[in-house]
């Protein structure tokens, strides 16, 4: 059934404000009932999730999508979106917010995440952004970005390259039964494209049984 939890701005506004302010909130359950969310994570900054909110409630503010059904209370899940837009993360975490008030631990790519990092041209290549502006790129957006989504616990993908750590970081994810977000594919794609799913969801999925799976 259609759920349709909104936020009430104002309240993430002062949040954002009092988060930034805050020092005194030492342990996880303070932070909880400051944030509204449930904290898994104890490395989450709580500015970040106070960015990520305000961010996402823009966005569902602007585009009103609809919510069918509820993500998992509790225990750990794999959830998988197809990536069509670069606004997909804020719909995944207002879908997280509203329907469970868990935090997503999404996997990123590593250019994101450091600052240092950058996209080669073969990949610019393989995924058609080469030549094309991108607004994550822009300095002030990538900062942003970056310090948001490595605050909130994300975990790094080196594109083309089998990883150890990667795989490592993404199996302590779900064996701690927090949430784990992936991207189907390998980079954005056009609305209605299952091609190209990254084998590795289908190894995380069997090697974690007792994992929910979200598409």
Do not use: W
């Amino acid at each position: 059934q259609v759920s349709n939890i909104p936020y009430n701005l104002t309240s993430f506004l002062k949040l954002a404000i009092l988060a930034i302010q805050n020092k005194f909130m030492k342990s996880i359950e303070a932070q909880e009932r400051f944030l509204g969310v449930r904290i898994e994570y104890p490395q989450t900054n709580k500015v970040s999730v106070a960015i990520l909110a305000v961010a996402s409630e823009l966005y569902y503010l602007f585009s009103r999508f609809q919510i069918e059904g509820e993500l998992p209370q509790n225990g750990p899940a794999l959830v998988v979106a197809n990536h069509t837009s670069m606004t997909d993360i804020f719909k995944m975490a207002y879908v997280s917010y509203a329907t469970s008030r868990r935090l997503i631990r999404a996997v990123a790519k590593e250019s994101l995440l450091n600052l240092s990092i950058k996209d080669s041209e073969e990949t610019l290549i393989r995924t058609g952004k080469k030549g094309k502006f991108d607004v994550l790129k822009l300095p002030v957006v990538k900062n942003v970005v970056a310090y948001t989504i490595n605050g909130v616990g994300a975990i790094s993908l080196t594109r083309g390259e089998p990883n150890k750590a990667f795989a490592a970081s993404c199996d302590a994810v779900l064996a701690d039964e927090e949430m784990l977000g992936m991207f189907a594919q390998d980079t954005r794609v056009k609305e209605g494209d299952l091609s190209g799913v990254m084998p590795g969801i289908g190894v995380l999925a069997r090697k974690h049984r007792d994992t929910s799976i979200v598409p």
